[in-house]
Structures are given as structure tokens and as C-alpha cells.
């Protein structure tokens, strides 16, 4: 806020910005809070986020900031607050420091100098000290040197007779494989206190400086073996001179820029940019022993994008590490999705947890409530308005907890009597945000039932990246309160990606405008692809052909269901809700479907209640899928055509139960379909259901409708059909032309029954007349099996004519079978035994004359594709019936519309079919008679009927 504010303004700095006056920042900060809302507000509600946002939390408002300065007093009792002198990421350009989970967010990768300097020693002649930096503007503050106590060290001498001491183990990686001459020996503690000159001329100091020292975070990776030391500028550094009591030269200002009472050139620049000029002074003095640039990670600030500084300041701090091990306990009280993140990411970032450095030197946000005596130094930390207007002196009634208005309010001090004052600081919005488990609530002031019901939070949902953000300040603030984690359940969100794998970027023209996708694809599609592209936690190239694709595959087909049902509802006029059989009185595949239902449902609620939020919608997706293509196609014909009675009730009524179920348990997921889906159907035929989908209860199965056997016998009689239409197809044989018989092989005795049971499944599916069993393949298709000569040589040389014998000899259809369940096959030949995998063996299957076989694993199909006289006469009229209705299509009429229909100019065969099957014909078409010829509104066509011919007109009665 305070950036955008400041970029608004033209505001460089804090100096402009307090010229400028802090209540008017502080006033454009509020409007700017809002300045999107109306934005928001809109694609929150045309996305479908379900919240209230007439209702939501602001942590602007004075009622947050108290429960957040109650939280902070908590801290305070418990000795958790506390003021500090650190090392800590700083940004310049804002003034503040930020806490280890804000520099986490930034870090971009950059190359900055890599150096190693000469450090010459004092009372050692010709010799230096060899030290590495990658922040040459550090140097002038710098005060010691550190090696490693057990690292071995060597003097080399060099071609000029100077010696440079290093660590033996970096040899290689500075002079390659042509190292000096080695001339002493040393250990890292054979080192320590050895003086040194200093580089520049860093003043006068009281404390000793300018001398070897040992320390334990000096590594040989990389680099020399000694590490410069600057304690204003690194913690390590700041820790080293705290034990060795060195001196903290501080020769940079706030503003990132070295202080004017530098005596180098580079006094008043940037430090960045004085890197530089410090190199070049130390190579004309013959210092530098080599440069290059070193790219890697490096953390700039989340509100400014400059690069941060590492910068010894007074703060304030959470004492966190004296609650890591909590953390680490209802860390694991946590369901993390994915799991990996729980030990992993997480887990890691609260091992490595160090205490939260609270304060920030900023205006916007909510002042730390810290006051401190300005005569006794004493501190007092306030936690709520009613203590605030208690201790203050003339505290207003209305008094708001924001700067400036809350600096202006001094506290009596109960040490001395002497007035306080407030702390200039405000907090890490991090930890306002992290106190939204109990400042929504205004909790303990007010809402204590309410608090009690909603903590901890049933699960959240961000970016992978709060691990390090609102994750970790929910967690901490939850175990630093209350010993118990804020929420149960943790679904993490990773990147949405351009099309092309790479982050959006508007500077690549790779950016998605969210509304043009709401606009022509709308919300359903676009929450449909998200939920079912990827898991929530797998990276996503973001393709415009996905939201197509979920238009038509589940969407379209959803709708087109629907559409189907309504249309023959409206045009029977049936009421679906009235003398429906009871199920299990109902046909086969309308039993099938409820049972398929209410596994889906139990397999939605279970995926749901484990977060699997795209499996979930999967199964739905799968089940519309079986929905159309099997159950409405199977029964289509109970709907039109079919005389009233109890089965043609029955399939209305499973069909209406179906698609409302499915409108309920795809609410959550896409909620604008599956509301106008549920009004529709149920709003005109049940005025006391609730008026909305998201007003109704989730379904929940009836297990006494499940049938796991009947799925399990369709599964089967399905495949069964797929092998079917494979042969088929690759006969060339239409599925409209009937064929005389289907012979099925390999089943087992259960599976025989079953294809009986649903033996017109089969017949109407594939258009056979009669279903044959057989052992014996042969008949009518002969299976080779070969060596993959090839492969095989090489592997097994001469003895790959040896498996060619065996195999010819062996039972191919077994041998087939074994190959493609277990994936290899032991084969014995000529007294020995060899492994072939099933890729080292071609099967061939030769169809025998007149049927076309399909093979799968143990089982096979076969179609005999002889075609009697009658069959083709069949399979003509049949052809006529798909003439005539795609006419109807084509002239427009209504599918309910009774016809005339004009036959003429037919080639003999097709006259013959027409004849003999003119009552199917004429059935299944609605046409109510058949005229030599027709008025000139009619709608004609020639058209080709297989091989035969004849004009068709037809024409609306």
C-alpha cells in the first residue's frame, strides 16, 4: 500500500515522504486500501467464490488492531517481545528492515564482483592473507579476518616473490593444475591474531581490530579459506565481533549510500555502485589478486524490488525460537497437501526458524503498542484501547489506532511518573495478517463463541509460497497464543504457468486477461480446467484449449443430457416425480447407472473430505461421460417411440434422480451450471425443495442402491462391445449393418452367464443377431507368434532359432495370453531356458476368411462378416432410417414433427429393402405416409445408400 501510495505521489524517500506530512500518507493509504474493492468485488462474484464480502475483515479497522495489539501483549507476557541489536535484511529505499519470511520472497538471481584481496601482514614481509568477498563495498568497514580452526592452510609463493596464505583445499580451484610452489604449512589455529594491515583508513577505534580470528561458518566450497569480516554487515560477522569484541564500523547511512565522512572517492554513492571504484582502487594498489563475476541468489524487497543490504539495526523481535519446538509438534497435527510439504518445504523453513524481527520503520500499518519512558527508559506494552485510555493522558474517546493519531497519545510511567512515549514503529503486516484467526473475530473483546467455533480454521489455502508467509505467521501466532495450530488442513497452490511452461510476464506478452476467459468461456469452464487440468499443487501451463475442452467434454455433454431429457419430457408431458417403479423393479441399466451414481457419490465425498480436489471432479467428469455415451444411448428408445407404461416412467425417472444428483455433487465446482440445471428440473415439479443447488444438502449414497456385481458385469459386457466395434471397424462394416453372429472366446464360465444376462445389450450395441461361445480360436483366426530376430540376436545369438521352434510349436493363444499378463515369457528350447520380454515377440493375427477377430489378453471377439441376402436388405433400411432423420435435421423440422415421405428413382435393392421394411422404416421416422410425390415446399435429396441409390423427399404433415 505504502509503495503504490508513494509511487502515486511521486515520493522518493522518507524524507519526501514526511515533507509531505504523515496523516495525509496515512489518509492515501486508507483510500488506496479500497481503491480496487469494486474490482474485486466483481470478479469474486463472477468467478463464484462463495464468501461474504458484505461481511469480510479489514485490518485497517480499530476493532483487528486491538485484538492484534492483545496478541502482541501476550508476546509481552510472556517474555517473547523483546528489543534487539541484529544484523538484518534492510531496504534502503523503504527505511526498514524486513523479517526472514519477506526476504524469502524476493530473491532474485543477479551477478555481483567476485573478488580475492591481498590483506598484507604486519611483521611478516612480502606476505598476505588471501580473502574472498562478493561485496567489495563491505571492505572499507572491514575489522578482522576468519579462517577455519582445522582447515589446513599453505603459503605459496608466487612468480613476484610475494606469498599469499590460503587454504590448501582451495589450490586447485584458484591456480588449476599448476599450483605454486608450497613453502610452510599451517593449521587454521596457527593463524590466530596474526595482524594485518588494514585496507582503508576505517578511523580510530577502541577495541582491537585488524587480526586473524577463527570462526565455524568459514567453508573451503568456494572461495579461499578466509572470510573478510564487517560485523555491521552480515550476522555471521556480527556475531564474531561480538565475541572477539570488535569494533562495528557502521560507514554506511540508512539511505544504502557511504556516509560523507569517508575518506575515499567513493563518499555520498550508493554502495552498489561504489563497488566498482573500491576494485579499481585496490588493483592500482596492487591488492587485487583476480575479479570475476559471480551470479546467484540474492533477496530484494517484496514492496520495491531494490536490492536488500544486510545492515545492523536496533529492532524489535518475536522470540520464536523459543517456541520452535511447538511449532515442529502441531506442525505435524497439520494435513498438508501436498504431504512432502509437511517435512519438506515447511518443515525446513521452521528448523532453520530464527525469531521473527517484528518491527518496521514505516508509517502504514498497525503501530507497535510500545511505549517507553522518556526519563527512566522503562518499556510498557499496551494491549487494548480500554488500557490505552486508562494509562494515556487525555486520550480521545474515538481515538483511531493508526499514526500519526495514536504517536500523539503519552502514557504516565508507573516507574517515575514521567511521561512516555510511543515507539516510531509499526509491525509486519505479515503479523497482522497471521492474527486473523483471532482479530476477525475481535477476539477476546467480543465474539468469544463464535472464535471458539471457527479455531482452528477447517483449512486454508494459498500459494506454495506461504510456507514462508501466511502459513508460518498463522502457525506462529496460533502456538505462541494458544499451544494449538490455527488450521487443520493445508491445500498449497503452485504456479499458474503461460502456455509455453513459462511465467507470465506482461514484458513477454504471455499474460491471460481473466475476464476475457469469463466473457467467452465463462466461469464454469475456466474452474472446471483448473480443478481438473492438474492437482492444485502441480505447476500448470495455463492453454486456452483446456477451457474449450471442458466446455465440450463435461460441460456440453452435461447440457446436451439434459437437453435430451427435457425435450422428450416437454413432448410427452410426463411427470417425472409420479408412478415411478421403485428401482429395483426398474430395467437393468437404469439399476446400473443408480449404483454407478452412489459409488460416485461416496468416492466424491471421500475425495473431498481428503482434499483431492481433482479426483473428485474427475469422477464426476467420468460418470457424465458414461451417462451419454452409455446409459442415454442404450435407452433412448424407452423415451420416444415407447408406449406409456411403467418402464418408459422408469427411465424418466432415473434419468431426472441422475441429473439432479449430478447437479448437486458438481455445485462446487462449477456452481452457475449446476444451479440453473437444479432450478430447472426441480424448481417447477417440487415447490418445497430449496430453492437453489447451494441451499440443498450434499447428496450422500444410499448404499442399498449400490450393486458392485452389475457394475462390475457392465464393465465387462462393455469391453466385451469395445472389442466388438474394434473388429468392426476394421472390417469396414458398418455398425447400422447387421451381421448374423458374434462368437466370444476365453471366458470363464461366470462370464458367459454375464454376456447372457446382458446379452441385448450386445445385440443392439454391435447389431448382431445371434452370440456364440467357443475354446478354439482357430477357426476363426490363426496367431503367429516370431522372435524379434533383432533384438533377440544380440541378446541370445544362435539360440534365437531355437525359440522360433519352441514358439511355433507352442499354443499361441496361451502363449499370448502369459506374454501379455506377465510382460515376458520363459521359453525352453534345446535344454535351455530363456527370458523373452513380450517387445521381443511379434504376434500376428491372421483373420480366417469371412470373420474379422479381435484379441485382448485371454479373450477374444469374433465377427462373421458374410452378409446373407436379408442381412443387406436389413442393413439398407436401416441406411433409409439415417437418411430421412438427418433430412429432417437439415430441413428443420421439429422432433416431433410427423412427415410425408417420397420415394423415387431407387436402384433395385434399395426399392426391395424399402418395401420389406417399410413399417420400420416408417416407425422410426414419424411418417405417416408414403406419396408418389410431394408439394414444392418439400425438401429433396439424392442419396447414396451403401452401394444402391434413390430420392428421397420428405415434407412436414
Not at 337 to 359: A, Q, T
Not at 830 to 859: L, P
Request: aromatic letters at 12%; glycine letters at 6%.
Amino acid at each position: 500500500v505504502e509503495y503504490q501510495v508513494e509511487k502515486q505521489l511521486n515520493i522518493r524517500n522518507k524524507a519526501e515522504l514526511e515533507a509531505y506530512g504523515v496523516q495525509n500518507f496515512i489518509e492515501k493509504c486508507k483510500e488506496n486500501v479500497f481503491q480496487y474493492e469494486q474490482d474485486w468485488r466483481e470478479m469474486t462474484e463472477r468467478i463464484g467464490f462463495w464468501v461474504n464480502l458484505d461481511d469480510a475483515y479489514i485490518t485497517l479497522s480499530n476493532d483487528y488492531i486491538e485484538s492484534v495489539w492483545w496478541v502482541l501483549r501476550q508476546a509481552w507476557d510472556k517474555g517473547l517481545l523483546y528489543q534487539g541489536h541484529k544484523v538484518q535484511p534492510y531496504c534502503y529505499r523503504c527505511g526498514t528492515t524486513l523479517a526472514s519470511h519477506e526476504v524469502a520472497l524476493g530473491y532474485q538471481e543477479v551477478s555481483d564482483p567476485s573478488i580475492f584481496v591481498r590483506f598484507r601482514l604486519k611483521d611478516r614481509e612480502n606476505t598476505y592473507l588471501l580473502v574472498w568477498t562478493t561485496t567489495p563495498w563491505t571492505l572499507p568497514s572491514n575489522v578482522a579476518v576468519a579462517v577455519g580452526e582445522d582447515y589446513d592452510y599453505v603459503a605459496v609463493e608466487e612468480p613476484n616473490g610475494q606469498y599469499l596464505i590460503l587454504a590448501k583445499e582451495c589450490l586447485p580451484n584458484l591456480f588449476g593444475d599448476e599450483p605454486p610452489k608450497i613453502v610452510e604449512n599451517y593449521k587454521g589455529t596457527d593463524l590466530q591474531d596474526w595482524e594485518y594491515e588494514p585496507l582503508f583508513d576505517s578511523g580510530e577505534h577502541a577495541e582491537r581490530s585488524h587480526y586473524v580470528v577463527t570462526g565455524d561458518f568459514v567453508t573451503t566450497t568456494e572461495g579461499s579459506g578466509l572470510v573478510h569480516i564487517a560485523p555491521a554487515f552480515g550476522q555471521d560477522d556480527y556475531d564474531i565481533g561480538q565475541k572477539y569484541n570488535l569494533p562495528l564500523v557502521q560507514l554506511v547511512g540508512a539511505d544504502g549510500k557511504f556516509v560523507a565522512a569517508v575518506k575515499e572517492p567513493w563518499a555520498g554513492e550508493y554502495v552498489k555502485d561504489a563497488d566498482p571504484q573500491i576494485i579499481e582502487n585496490l588493483d592500482g594498489r596492487g591488492l587485487l589478486f583476480k575479479a570475476a563475476e559471480y551470479t546467484h541468489q540474492y533477496p530484494f524487497c517484496w514492496r520495491c524490488d531494490n536490492p536488500l543490504l544486510y545492515y545492523a539495526r536496533v529492532s524489535w523481535f518475536i522470540r520464536t525460537t523459543a517456541i520452535r519446538d511447538q511449532m515442529h509438534q502441531h506442525n505435524q497435527e497439520i494435513n498438508w497437501y501436498p504431504e512432502h510439504i509437511k517435512d519438506g518445504r515447511f518443515g525446513n523453513w521452521l528448523e532453520n526458524n530464527i525469531d521473527w524481527g517484528l518491527s518496521r520503520e514505516r508509517y502504514w500499518g498497525t503501530p507497535l503498542p510500545v511505549w517507553v519512558c522518556d526519563d527512566c527508559g522503562h518499556q510498557h506494552c499496551v494491549g487494548s484501547i480500554a488500557e490505552l485510555k486508562e494509562l494515556g493522558i487525555d486520550v480521545p474517546d474515538d481515538i483511531e489506532l493508526h499514526r500519526p493519531y495514536v504517536d500523539d497519545v503519552a502514557l504516565t510511567c508507573e516507574q517515575c511518573n514521567g511521561t512516555m512515549h510511543r515507539v516510531q514503529d509499526v509491525i509486519d503486516c505479515w503479523f497482522d495478517s497471521g492474527c486473523a484467526h483471532t482479530a476477525q473475530w475481535h477476539y477476546p473483546f467480543e465474539n468469544k463463541e463464535l472464535f471458539e467455533q471457527a479455531y482452528p480454521a477447517d483449512f486454508i489455502s494459498e500459494a506454495i509460497d506461504q510456507t514462508r508467509g501466511w502459513f508460518y505467521s498463522l502457525l506462529a501466532t496460533g502456538t505462541l497464543l494458544y499451544d494449538k495450530p490455527a488450521y487443520k488442513n493445508c491445500l498449497c497452490l503452485e504456479l499458474i504457468l503461460a502456455g509455453d511452461g513459462q511465467k507470465m510476464s506482461k514484458s513477454k506478452g504471455n499474460t491471460v486477461d481473466p475476464w476475457t476467459i469469463l466473457n467467452e468461456q465463462g466461469a464454469d469452464a475456466l474452474r472446471w480446467y483448473m480443478f481438473t487440468a492438474t492437482t492444485p499443487w502441480t505447476p500448470r501451463a495455463f492453454k486456452i484449449d483446456g477451457i474449450d475442452e471442458a466446455l465440450k467434454k463435461f460441460m456440453g455433454t452435461l447440457q446436451n443430457v439434459y437437453s435430451f431429457f427435457v425435450m422428450y419430457a416437454n413432448l410427452e408431458g410426463v411427470d417425472v416425480l409420479k408412478d415411478a417403479p421403485p428401482i429395483a423393479e426398474r430395467a437393468v441399466v437404469d439399476r446400473w447407472i443408480m449404483s454407478r451414481l452412489h459409488t460416485l457419490i461416496d468416492n466424491v465425498r471421500d475425495e473431498m473430505e481428503n482434499y483431492h480436489l481433482t479426483n473428485a471432479p474427475r469422477a464426476i467428469e467420468a460418470f457424465v461421460d458414461d451417462l451419454s455415451n452409455w446409459y442415454v444411448r442404450r435407452t433412448r428408445d424407452r423415451f420416444w417411440g415407447a408406449e406409456a407404461g411403467p418402464d418408459k416412467q422408469a427411465a424418466y425417472a432415473t434419468l431426472y434422480e441422475v441429473l439432479v444428483t449430478v447437479a448437486k455433487l458438481a455445485a462446487p465446482f462449477v456452481p452457475f451450471l449446476s444451479d440453473e440445471l437444479y432450478r430447472n428440473l426441480v424448481g417447477s415439479l417440487d415447490t418445497d425443495a430449496p430453492l437453489s443447488v447451494h441451499l440443498a444438502g450434499y447428496p450422500v449414497a444410499d448404499t442399498s442402491l449400490k450393486d458392485a456385481q452389475l457394475e462390475s458385469d457392465m464393465a465387462f459386457i462393455r469391453d466385451v462391445i469395445r472389442m466388438g466395434h474394434a473388429a468392426r471397424n476394421r472390417s469396414g462394416i458398418k455398425t447400422r449393418q447387421p451381421l448374423a453372429e458374434i462368437t466370444l472366446g476365453g471366458l470363464s464360465d461366470a462370464e458367459k452367464a454375464t454376456v447372457n444376462r446382458l446379452a441385448e445389450l450386445v445385440h443392439d450395441e454391435l447389431n448382431v443377431k445371434e452370440i456364440t461361445f467357443t475354446e478354439d480360436m482357430d477357426a476363426f483366426a490363426q496367431v503367429t507368434l516370431k522372435p524379434n530376430f533383432r533384438v533377440l540376436g544380440p541378446k541370445y545369438g544362435k539360440g534365437v532359432q531355437a525359440i522360433a521352434k519352441a514358439l511355433a510349436t507352442a499354443d499361441a493363444m496361451q502363449t499370448k495370453t502369459e506374454l501379455e499378463t506377465a510382460g515376458s515369457l520363459q521359453v525352453e528350447a534345446a535344454g535351455e531356458i530363456y527370458t523373452v520380454d513380450a517387445s521381443e515377440i511379434d504376434v500376428q493375427t491372421q483373420n480366417r476368411e469371412g470373420f474379422f477377430v479381435e484379441v485382448d489378453a485371454r479373450k477374444f471377439v469374433a465377427l462373421s462378416t458374410e452378409l446373407t441376402h436379408g442381412l443387406v436388405l436389413e442393413g439398407l433400411a436401416r441406411e433409409f432410417v439415417n437418411k430421412i432423420q438427418n433430412m429432417r435435421k437439415e430441413a428443420d423440422f421439429n422432433v416431433s414433427d410427423r412427415i410425408k415421405l417420397s420415394l423415387t428413382d431407387a436402384s433395385p435393392l434399395a426399392d426391395e429393402a424399402f418395401r420389406v421394411h417399410q413399417a420400420y422404416i416408417l416407425r422410426e421416422t414419424l411418417t405417416i405416409e408414403v406419396a408418389d410425390a410431394l408439394s414444392e415446399k418439400a425438401f429433396t435429396v439424392a442419396q447414396k445408400l451403401n452401394d444402391e441409390s434413390a430420392t428421397l423427399s420428405v415434407e412436414q404433415v
